[in-house]
């Protein structure tokens, strides 16, 4: 019997082409194995951080070890801050949780108001990312304007604060009790376009973002702090879904 030349071709793709899915799918596994669903950073050492616009330094604070992450920027003038991307990160969804204390610098400006925080889903170097901080001194002011401020929600580079509370007051930002300089537990809840943060341990969210700006993406996960601030970062732990 003999067999047209054009059917033998066919066959094989035929027959290949479940081997070739079932090959795509394993290195499609493999490529999600490589990040760990839970990982840790007890932050007892600088090493593997990769500290824009600073440097970062291990110290002893309130008894415990941390990364103190110092700006090199100090222009009163200039929207400036650090940024200490943890190594080996590639967060979507998940949760993370930090510890960190803070408080303004001495010689700050007398409005500053310690602005330290995480960012997740950092891009582009550290050129974009989502950023979730608090203002250490606002939880405990006696102006009530100024605790609404306590926690605030941003997108760097093209959603700042400043903008977001321009256009939409009081959708980003919101109160919590705060301690300035004191440790405070950060948990971040991220699924898709969402994020939630609980503060010190809350059941409930202080703040809900119902629409991140770099939408349902994905990329490192960073300390972030102000110029001004003097920040300390403590145990951070990250679950990916």
């Not at 760990?36 to 070890?65: C, H, I, M, W």
């Not at 950092?122 to 401020?149: C, L, M, P, S």
């Amino acid at each position: 019997m003999s067999i047209n030349r054009l059917q033998l071709p066919r066959n094989l793709l035929r027959c290949s082409l479940p081997l070739l899915l079932l090959i795509s799918a394993v290195c499609l596994l493999g490529q999600q194995a490589k990040q760990p669903a839970l990982a840790s950073f007890p932050l007892d050492s600088v090493k593997g951080l990769e500290v824009l616009n600073g440097k970062a330094e291990v110290v002893t604070y309130q008894g415990r070890q941390a990364v103190r992450l110092v700006a090199t920027h100090t222009d009163p003038e200039a929207d400036d801050s650090a940024l200490a991307i943890l190594p080996g990160t590639d967060f979507r969804d998940g949760t993370i949780e930090a510890e960190v204390a803070g408080s303004p610098r001495p010689g700050a400006p007398k409005g500053d108001r310690g602005f330290l925080g995480v960012a997740f889903r950092v891009q582009k170097g550290g050129g974009r990312f989502e950023n979730i901080y608090i203002r250490a001194t606002n939880g405990r002011a006696e102006d009530q304007i100024r605790r609404n401020h306590a926690v605030q929600y941003e997108s760097v580079p093209d959603f700042p604060w400043f903008r977001l509370r321009k256009e939409s007051p009081g959708v980003y930002e919101s109160y919590t009790d705060l301690e300035a300089g004191a440790w405070t537990k950060m948990k971040i809840v991220v699924s898709g376009t969402k994020a939630r943060l609980c503060v010190n341990g809350a059941d409930q969210p202080c703040l809900i973002v119902n629409d991140l700006k770099l939408g349902d993406s994905r990329g490192a996960i960073g300390l972030w702090a102000y110029w001004s601030t003097d920040a300390y970062f403590s145990k951070v732990t990250i679950h990916n879904n």
